[in-house]
T-cell receptor, first 114, second 110 residues
Framework: NAGVMQNPRHLVRRRGQEARLRCSPM?????VYWYRQLPEEGLKFMVY????????ESGMPKERFSAEFPKEGPSILRIQQVVRGDSAAYFCASSPGGRSYEQYFGPGTRLTVT | QKEVEQDPGPLSVPEGAIVSLNCTYS??????FMWYRQYSRKGPELLMYTYSSGNKEDGRFTAQVDKSSKYISLFIRDSQPSDSATYLC??????????FGRGTSLIVHP
């Protein structure tokens, strides 16, 4: 499967715990985007990364949220001290970069905070 | 006013009908226009990708962009129950991050 991969698909955390969401982009893609989707709402941009660089994090809350895309391995979205309002579907998308910005999405991680 | 407006529906049509899905936008700088299909509890799937005004056809799908009216449409011919999904429009300017509509839920009943 050469598509965007995300894991875990479902994640349950208690309030105050940490959540780590992983995203492996499509083969040959060096750009990764993270989005959050709440019921009845559209996709909300969080952060845009290239390998080892955060390009745009304007949509990501300043506190508790962080993202990285290391030289080797998947991109990680980390949420510290989760609260019930963090419960949502988190999607990762990748694009090849260069002159192409078409984004291809993964299946998402559904985070439930209890 | 939101940058991208999209009626959430649901839009219910009989099988075989022509479906018209629409978005309006306020930012005249948008140049690239996309339509995504999202099945329940799945990730969005890129359906159509167009640049500037005009029409683009792919099988049963036609994407239409009218920049003068700031209005884009997705037409689905001979709709099938398997087309039942949420359709998201998205648009961006240059290399900027795309802005998504909230999606229209489509139900095609046999």
């Amino acid at each position: 499967n050469a598509g965007v991969m995300q894991n875990p698909r479902h994640l349950v955390r208690r309030r105050g715990q940490e959540a780590r969401l992983r995203c492996s982009p499509m083969k040959g893609h060096s750009h990764v985007y993270w989005y959050r989707q709440l019921p009845e709402e559209g996709l909300k941009f969080m952060v845009y990364l290239q390998k080892e660089n955060i390009i745009d994090e304007s949509g990501m809350p300043k506190e508790r949220f962080s993202a990285e895309f290391p030289k080797e391995g998947p991109s990680i979205l980390r949420i510290q001290q989760v609260v019930r309002g963090d419960s949502a579907a988190y999607f990762c998308a990748s694009s090849p970069g260069g002159r192409s910005y078409e984004q291809y999405f993964g299946p998402g991680t559904r985070l439930t905070v209890t | 006013q939101k940058e991208v407006e999209q009626d959430p529906g649901p839009l219910s049509v009989p099988e075989g009908a022509i479906v018209s899905l629409n978005c309006t936008y306020s930012n005249s700088a948008f140049q690239y226009f996309m339509w995504y299909r999202q099945y329940s509890r799945k990730g969005p799937e890129l359906l159509m990708y167009t640049y500037s005004s005009g029409n683009k056809e792919d099988g049963r799908f036609t994407a239409q962009v009218d920049k003068s009216s700031k209005y884009i449409s997705l037409f689905i011919r001979d709709s099938q129950p398997s087309d039942s999904a949420t359709y998201l429009c998205a648009m961006r300017r240059g290399s900027y991050i795309p802005t998504f509509g909230r999606g229209t839920s489509l139900i095609v009943h046999p």
